[in-house]
């Protein structure tokens, strides 16, 4: 329950269980933390959920695992902070980095197209109902609706999702206090995120340029995977020569087709580079600032239900974070859903999740063993 202590022991197993399955990217990341501390648990209810995800969209930085990081900070503070973040990252790091080993053995990724298969179709289904479950709460209210409507146009047109985060935490939070000078807001809340320097000529690998250069990007780094791919390229390839454009798209798809964070990208790119320690401290200066960011703002994140100013902000913010993953999920269905087959996959997951309330982990094992029957029988 929410007001109840949670055991070490119980975040590490539960976010270690997340780092194991939670294919799929953010959004099902998200989708898949909630059915378990909100549904399953109780630790947090709708509303705390949606405040701390809104907290995470906010700052720099891998939102899935900013995420869980809040969640074991309202759990345990530092220790659950530690805990809850470490556990979600591990099973990431060590199998991204198995990636690395073999693509530095072999020279290629190992095929892992029948595994996704059988696990996007589920995904889509786990990240619709997440969405359905949670729209209540975000969206109480017809001018909160109109808000996520107008931001989830916002996001399909390609515009900038900081952008559209805080134009609607500004715009909801004028409404509510009468203020008229929240429009000029937005361009002094928005950080401006340049991609690199200019070009310098190639130097060598160091472990101490490979912990600088991800711990920039960790600091400064909003939106998806694709934005992570600028960075990488703009420093890794362009400015410091380390890598050819063909080696940091496959480093981005080792992140992609393994699941948890999508930012063990950086463990692969450590290992191609610098081997095992190179893997390690590229790792640790990726998700390093996103402990950081969390530890400084997980405090203020209650307090802000206390001001109607602060309150409405959270609340614009709350409504465009689930547009956001409202088009995510449409996004997904239309790489996952390309089959029959995989059609009824992803009907019979939503079905097992809305009308038996089956744990999503066992849904999503399911679709990846559906995906390994397939290649076996080809």
């Known amino acids: 329950m929410p007001g109840e202590r949670t055991r070490l022991s119980e975040l590490a197993g539960l976010f ?162 009468g203020a008229t000078r929240g429009s000029g807001a937005v361009r002094q809340l928005v950080p401006a995120l340049p991609l690199a320097a200019g070009a310098a000529a190639s130097q060598a690998v160091s472990l101490s340029g490979l912990f600088g250069v991800f711990v920039k990007i960790g600091s400064v780094l909003f939106g998806s995977g694709y934005v992570l791919l600028a960075f990488l390229r703009a420093d890794l390839v362009h400015r410091l020569h380390w890598l050819s454009e063909g080696q940091i798209i496959d480093a981005v798809a080792a992140g992609q087709i393994t699941p948890g964070p999508v930012f063990t990208t950086a463990t692969f790119i450590g290992y191609v580079l610098a081997g095992p320690s190179g893997a390690l401290v590229a790792t640790a200066g990726i998700f390093l600032p996103a402990f950081v960011f969390v530890a400084a703002s997980g405090p203020l994140v209650p307090r802000l239900r206390g001001s109607r100013l602060a309150a409405g902000f959270l609340d614009g913010v709350n409504v465009a974070s689930l547009a956001l993953m409202a088009v995510v999920a449409v996004q997904l269905g239309r790489a996952a859903v390309v089959d029959l087959p995989t059609a009824l996959l992803g009907l019979a997951a939503a079905i097992l999740l809305l009308r038996f309330q089956l744990n999503s982990t066992w849904l999503v094992l399911g679709g990846a063993t559906a995906g390994i029957l397939l290649h076996l029988l080809r």
């Open 16 to 177: 270690l269980r997340l780092g194991l399955t939670a294919f799929g990217g953010p959004a099902a990341h998200v989708a898949m933390m909630r059915d378990e501390v909100v549904r399953r648990r109780q630790w947090l209810t709708e509303q705390q959920f949606l405040d701390l995800l809104s907290a995470a969209n906010l700052i720099p930085g891998p939102n899935s695992t900013e995420l869980a990081i809040h969640v074991g900070w309202a759990r345990r503070r530092w220790a659950g902070l530690l805990v809850a973040g470490l556990s979600f990252i591990v099973p990431a790091m060590l199998m991204t980095g198995a990636l690395g080993w073999a693509y530095v053995r072999f020279g290629r990724l190992p095929e892992a197209a029948w595994l996704l298969w059988g696990v996007k179709p589920v995904i889509v289904a786990v990240v619709a109902q997440a969405i359905w479950k949670l729209t209540p709460v975000a969206a109480p209210t017809w001018p909160l609706r109109a808000v996520g409507a107008v931001a989830a146009v916002a996001a399909a047109l390609g515009l900038d999702e900081v952008v559209i985060l805080f134009a609607a935490g500004v715009l909801v939070a004028g409404v509510r206090t």
